[in-house]
């Protein structure tokens, strides 16, 4: 596998993002065994887990972070808000969102299918950066506490070392 990367995302005034954790992108964690995601997700604690497909709109969740693992086919994802990043992913890969950071999906093809969670089960919210969100967006996303355990590695990796 190759080495966690990390992205950060200002606010840019519609969808807040998380100024003061990074995304994380795994590539290919579980590029030989996909089926493998949600089960270790819930065993790390990142559970009320689901399968399906991520929306094709900016949206992000003030009031927990989210990990995405792609359980087959391949996407372009746009993170960070109209002006963030663009992402590609694809089987096995798994990106975690912290609390606040806006996605959507450009493009994908037909196989894609993503497994998400959220530490301690937490059922998320869906914002999509309207005004009148804030400030209260804002203050979910800071008192979002930080996850107790790695959703791919458990209680070491470099989400704890990374998100202190």
């Given at each position: 596998?190759?080495?966690?990367?990390?992205?950060?995302?200002?606010?840019?005034?519609?969808?807040?993002?998380?100024?003061?954790?990074?995304?994380?992108?795994?590539?290919g964690a579980?590029?030989?065994?996909?089926?493998?995601?949600?089960?270790?997700?819930?065993?790390?604690?990142?559970?009320?887990?689901?399968?399906?497909?991520?929306?094709?709109?900016?949206?992000?969740?003030?009031?927990?972070?989210?990990?995405?693992?792609?359980?087959?086919?391949?996407?372009v994802l746009?993170?960070?808000?109209?002006?963030?990043?663009?992402?590609?992913?694809?089987?096995?890969?798994?990106?975690?969102?912290?609390?606040?950071?806006?996605?959507?999906?450009?493009?994908?093809?037909?196989?894609?299918?993503?497994?998400g969670a959220?530490?301690?089960?937490?059922?998320?919210?869906?914002?999509?950066?309207?005004?009148?969100?804030?400030?209260?967006?804002?203050?979910?996303?800071?008192?979002?506490?930080?996850?107790?355990?790695?959703?791919?590695?458990?209680?070491?990796?470099?989400?704890?070392?990374?998100?202190?």
């Amino acid at each position: 596998m190759e080495k966690t990367k990390f992205i950060h995302f200002k606010d840019d005034g519609m969808i807040p993002n998380n100024e003061s954790l990074g995304v994380a992108i795994y590539p290919g964690a579980f590029k030989d065994n996909p089926e493998k995601i949600e089960e270790t997700f819930n065993k790390n604690g990142w559970t009320n887990s689901w399968t399906n497909d991520v929306f094709d709109y900016h949206h992000y969740h003030s009031n927990t972070h989210e990990a995405l693992g792609v359980r087959s086919g391949s996407a372009v994802l746009l993170l960070g808000g109209e002006e963030g990043q663009k992402v590609e992913v694809q089987t096995g890969d798994v990106a975690v969102l912290p609390a606040g950071t806006g996605h959507k999906k450009i493009t994908a093809s037909d196989d894609f299918q993503i497994v998400g969670a959220y530490p301690g089960g937490v059922s998320p919210n869906k914002k999509v950066g309207d005004v009148d969100e804030r400030p209260y967006v804002l203050e979910d996303i800071q008192n979002t506490p930080l996850p107790q355990t790695d959703p791919v590695y458990g209680n070491e990796g470099p989400l704890l070392d990374e998100w202190k």
